[in-house]
């Protein structure tokens, strides 16, 4: 009978441990750590809006850059040649300089004329001439200074074109490839610079339904770096994707990580585990 008794509680031990598996099975907690991948909130391949030969890059790969700063600048002597003719357009004053003279001088005619009607030494058709020469003179200067405020609209533009030639880093960052060298030819279509900022990083993991109302957006939870860190940095859960994944039964949720210090690369997997998770 001892050994029947036996038998019989090994049995019950046997189901107990399948029934526990499956119920974690049914909650969608059968692995304890679900992991996912580590990337840069901010990425960026860049380009040049137009073609031509590599003339300078003023960074090299690791260089850390601030916004707006050149990285790489095509050769663009062309452009500024036309730059410097626009430039000479927009600042010339000898034009406008003259026209305002000659209304100057028919407005001076003009009064002369005025007064020596008074005394009757001049008639009603020379005033009358002498005040159209004023208007003449008068939208003279007024078509100069439209003159001169198209080409330095023209000025704008040619440097807006010459600045289609530059790539210029999009945020602060490290520049972390640069696929080309001075002398190559680049297209529109090429990528030859990409710039991460790895200050702060991003993990995407697919989670349990059932974790669902066990997560608050804006409360940290401890991620576990993959080898070579090796070690737990506190996420910021950013966002809960609303929608999931009816086939898994999962939903998408997004991390944040700071990492001022550089310390973390950005490819490397992140893990949650299910169990460090409050009730």
Not at 1 to 11: C, H, Q, Y
Not at 98 to 122: D, I
Request: glycine residues 8%.
């Amino acid at each position: 009978m001892s050994d029947v008794k036996m038998g019989i509680n090994r049995f019950y031990c046997v189901l107990l441990f399948l029934g526990t598996i499956c119920v974690s099975s049914a909650f969608g907690y059968e692995e304890q750590t679900v992991r996912g991948p580590l990337r840069p909130v901010r990425l960026a391949a860049l380009g040049v809006q137009s073609e031509g030969i590599v003339n300078a890059l003023k960074a090299t790969e690791g260089s850390i850059v601030t916004a707006g700063s050149i990285i790489l600048e095509l050769n663009d002597d062309v452009a500024q040649a036309r730059i410097g003719l626009a430039r000479v357009a927009a600042t010339a004053e000898g034009d406008l300089r003259q026209a305002r003279l000659h209304h100057q001088e028919a407005q001076e005619v003009l009064a002369r004329t005025q007064q020596a009607s008074t005394r009757g030494a001049a008639t009603e058709w020379e005033v009358r001439q002498a005040r159209v020469r004023v208007e003449i003179t008068r939208a003279v200067v007024d078509s100069a200074d439209e003159r001169r405020e198209v080409e330095k609209q023209r000025l704008n533009l040619e440097l807006a074109q010459a600045n289609q030639s530059l790539i210029r880093a999009p945020f602060g960052g490290m520049v972390t490839r640069i696929d080309t060298v001075v002398g190559a030819f680049v297209t529109r279509g090429d990528r030859p610079v990409t710039v991460a900022d790895l200050s702060v990083l991003e993990a995407v993991l697919f989670l349990p339904a059932e974790l669902w109302f066990r997560l608050r957006v804006g409360n940290f939870y401890p991620l576990l770096v993959s080898e070579p860190i090796n070690r737990k940095a506190q996420g910021l859960l950013r966002h809960m994707d609303p929608v999931m994944d009816a086939a898994s039964g999962r939903f998408r949720a997004v991390f944040i990580i700071e990492n001022g210090d550089l310390q973390i690369p950005a490819g490397l997997d992140v893990g949650l585990n299910l169990e460090d998770l409050p009730p």
